[in-house]
């Protein structure tokens, strides 16, 4: 079982990027990913979630900016960043979510239906 994050890098504030999750050895069409981002001596905070159905979620500092999608024949999520600023920079991580995304900006990261993680990519805003 694996979750494996790419796209990250060095973007000027307002530029754009977009992450990568790719999801292997596991049912991966049945599951919610919720990215999670999380900043040096920071707690692991969700960003956005998309359940089996494509239904979405957003924490309200994304929200306009930032558009998560899942291409489920390639085992792909994907988290379109825009006009980033610098309080983005972060680690940014995948995960998969049994809640189906109900537990959305409620759950701690540390909730253990959020058990395959990716490890993680770094995102920095910086001009």
């Known amino acids: 079982v694996q979750f494996v994050e790419s796209g990250g890098g060095l973007v000027q504030p307002g530029g754009s990027l977009r992450l990568s999750c790719e999801a292997s050895?596991?049912?991966?069409?049945?599951?919610?990913v919720t990215w999670f981002r999380q900043g040096p001596g920071k707690e692991r905070k969700g960003v956005a979630c998309?359940?089996?159905?494509?239904?979405?979620w957003y924490t309200d500092s994304v929200k306009g900016r930032f558009t998560i999608s899942r291409d489920t024949a390639k085992n792909m999520v994907y988290l379109q960043m825009n006009t980033l600023k610098p309080e983005d920079t972060d680690v940014y991580y995948c995960?998969?979510?049994?809640?189906?995304?109900?537990?959305?900006?409620?759950?701690?990261?540390?909730?253990?239906?959020?058990?395959?993680w990716g490890q993680g990519t770094q995102v920095t805003v910086s001009s």
């Open positions: 050895g596991f049912a991966f069409d049945y599951y919610a």
């Open positions: 998309i359940n089996k159905d494509e239904r979405t």
């Open positions: 995960a998969s979510d049994r809640s189906g995304c109900l537990g959305f900006g409620s759950y701690s990261s540390t909730w253990m239906g959020y058990d395959y």
